[in-house]
């Protein structure tokens, strides 16, 4: 068992150049602004945004944990939506059981996919449970986001532009926490009974969940100043935990390992976010040696891409590859690891592996028409526009697709097409303006009462909420 770094320690490093470092090393998205910005005070407004961390072996794994204790909780179903937090706090929570937000800190400190499952298991329970009420009437279905805005200001405002900032906003993130997500007691005792149904239906142990709750309840005896804001907006007293515990206790899956499958996916995602997220040392200092496990090499060949050593790169992902042949993340990463050593070109065979060995993963099919375009290879642009089609005709606001679905469109030459995509990538990104100067030019190269012609007239006449 590795130790855990003393709380006030971690707080201290939360704003460091390390996670505006994973912001820009893995993908970073700002999410549909706009939608909030009439309603955002000005502090968050200037922030321009949420900046969540994109990764598609993550985003799955989380779905895979998610999935079944929703079905289980008779709640939402399909289309669900992961946001990870660049923040090192533990925090996660549950808006509407079609989007759900978890720091990456939670994945760092959660030792088994149990504990993971169980926290999101307890957060469901509270939606089940009907305990956001309140939440749902502050504001309607279209600004929902702002409350998220509001909840993750301050971790937005760590990773961009230092401590202070960060600071001075998480006052405001509190008073939003605890106006919003904080729970009573009774809420406490219900989530928490429901979470442990949701696990025996789904014959997993509530020991991780315990232990995750245990170790805020003595957070919150030891201090009062440093507890992480998901203590802060779950009373965890310690009577109540000792209740949980005893569930349970009771249940026939208590002594439930996670299938070694899963660890092993667990324990490669902490690793990967170990290595974007801490310094080299560190990770060194944590995973010794490259051979003591996959997750260890994984770990290795992420710091090595990191710091430009391609050839190590490549050799140790070969190595994980060589070890677990389907894993489509491997192949990802691989892809990654070519592009940024300057072989886009390179990079497209092992991405299109990725996709055939994970078909429905959307954002792996992103990654590979990205390859596709950036490869410069005109002849594979048709592919790209192909693969970038698939996912906007489905995501018609998945603004990244829609910005790389322009270029293919610009280099083969058909550009009305070509201004309609960069017109609807302004408007998933929220600039209006651009929206409606790239849809005037796709309506005059385009032939009167076609579907593109139609949409860019659609686009022109669009009014954006609240205006
Ligand atoms: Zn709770």
Known sequence: MESITPIAQRRGSLAGSSLAAMVRRMLAVVLAVALAVPMLPARVHAQGGIQFVRDAEIEELLREYTEPILRAAGVGGGGLTIYLVPSKEFNAFVIDGRRIFVNVGTLMQSETPNEVIGVLAHEIGHIAGGHLAGLRNELRAAAAITIVQLILAGAAAAAGSGQAAGAIIAGGQQIAQRSLLSYRRAQEQAADR????????????????????????DQQLFSSRYVDPYAVSHPMARDRVAALDGLARQSPYY???????????????RAKVAAYVDHPNAVKRRYPKASDSLAALYAHTII???????????????????????????????????????????????LRKAVSLAP????????????????GDK?????????????TNEQRD?????????????????????????AEAALASGDYELAKQFAARTKQGAKTGTPVWLRAQDILQYRPPGR
């Open 360 to 375: 429905r993963d959307t954002a792996l099919r992103v990654a590979l028409g990205k390859a596709y375009v950036v490869s």
């Open 304 to 350: 090595r891409m990191r710091s430009s050593d391609y050839k190590g790169a490549i050799a140790g992902i070969d190595q994980l590859l060589k070890a677990m042949p389907d894993y489509a993340y491997f192949w990802e990463m691989k892809g990654e690891i070519l592009t940024s050593a300057g072989r886009p070109r390179d990079a497209v065979a092992p």
């Open 255 to 269: 002594d439930t390992v996670d299938p070694p499958r899963l660890q092993l996916r667990h324990d490669l995602m």
């Open 398 to 422: 998945h603004a990244e697709a829609q910005r790389y679905l322009a270029r293919a469109y610009g280099a083969v030459g058909r550009i009305p097409e070509a201004n309609l995509a960069s």
């Open 194 to 217: 429901s979470a442990i149904n949701y696990l025996n239906a789904t014959h997993q142990s509530g020991k991780g969940m315990v232990r995750t709750f245990e170790r805020f309840a």
């Open 379 to 391: 002849g594979l642009q048709g592919d790209a526009i192909k693969e970038l089609a698939r996912v």
